[in-house]
């Protein structure tokens, strides 16, 4: 009897062992099932915070551009007996840090003047006629050329941040 009871004994230890095991099994599933989705968690969020890096950077850029504006503006309006002085040199050279600044964060002008017109990247303000005698330095009976930019555009890493303002050929 003795014997019939340490079988039955052996019996329910071996099922014992084997509902064990089973239930480790899942306990190991169920703990890399939510490592798995921790990692995915951990890696969407940084990509979140990737992206608001890059919009964080792009509100910073947009604050910048007016000064920059203003730059392009003060150089076309500098008299000719000036353009040699050295405070307008100093200026100058504040520009073009400006200018490389923005181009270190991936920042690039939208090309504009004698390019056709792409509502991607450019505003049109005014159409302008060409004129018989060809007084627009558009080619004749080209339209949408842009001849005049009244405001750059900005790109950066690609994708559109302010877009040109421009003149076009009606």
Same mark, same amino acid.
């Given at each position: 009897?003795?014997?019939?009871?340490?079988?039955?004994?052996?019996?329910?230890?071996?099922?014992?062992? &084997?509902? $064990?095991?089973?239930?480790?099994?899942?306990?190991?599933?169920?703990?890399?099932?939510?490592?798995? !989705?921790?990692?995915?968690?951990?890696?969407?969020?940084?990509?979140?915070?990737?992206? $608001?890096?890059?919009?964080?950077?792009?509100?910073?850029?947009?604050?910048?551009?007016?000064? #920059?504006?203003?730059?392009?503006?003060?150089?076309?309006?500098?008299? !000719?007996?000036?353009?040699?002085? &050295?405070?307008?040199?100093? #200026?100058?050279?504040?520009?073009?840090?400006?200018?490389?600044?923005?181009?270190?964060?991936?920042?690039?002008?939208?090309?504009?003047?004698?390019?056709?017109? !792409?509502?991607?990247?450019?505003?049109?303000?005014?159409?302008?006629?060409?004129? !018989?005698?060809?007084?627009?330095?558009?080619?004749?009976?080209?339209?949408?050329?842009?001849?005049?930019?009244?405001?750059?555009?900005?790109?950066?890493?690609?994708?559109?941040?302010?877009?040109?303002?421009?003149?076009?050929?009606?």
């Amino acid at each position: 009897m003795t014997e019939e009871k340490s079988k039955v004994n052996i019996d329910e230890l071996q099922k014992e062992i &084997e509902e $064990f095991e089973k239930k480790a099994a899942e306990y190991l599933a169920g703990w890399q099932r939510e490592r798995a !989705d921790f990692l995915n968690y951990k890696k969407e969020e940084m990509e979140r915070i990737k992206e $608001f890096m890059v919009y964080a950077g792009m509100e910073l850029v947009l604050k910048i551009l007016p000064i #920059l504006d203003n730059f392009e503006i003060a150089e076309k309006k500098i008299p !000719d007996n000036l353009k040699n002085d &050295e405070n307008i040199k100093g #200026l100058l050279l504040i520009r073009n840090q400006l200018l490389d600044f923005l181009k270190s964060q991936g920042v690039e002008e939208v090309k504009s003047v004698g390019e056709k017109f !792409d509502p991607r990247f450019h505003e049109v303000m005014e159409e302008v006629e060409v004129k !018989d005698n060809g007084s627009t330095s558009s080619p004749q009976g080209e339209s949408e050329i842009i001849i005049e930019e009244i405001q750059k555009g900005y790109k950066i890493n690609g994708e559109l941040l302010r877009p040109a303002r421009v003149k076009i050929v009606k």
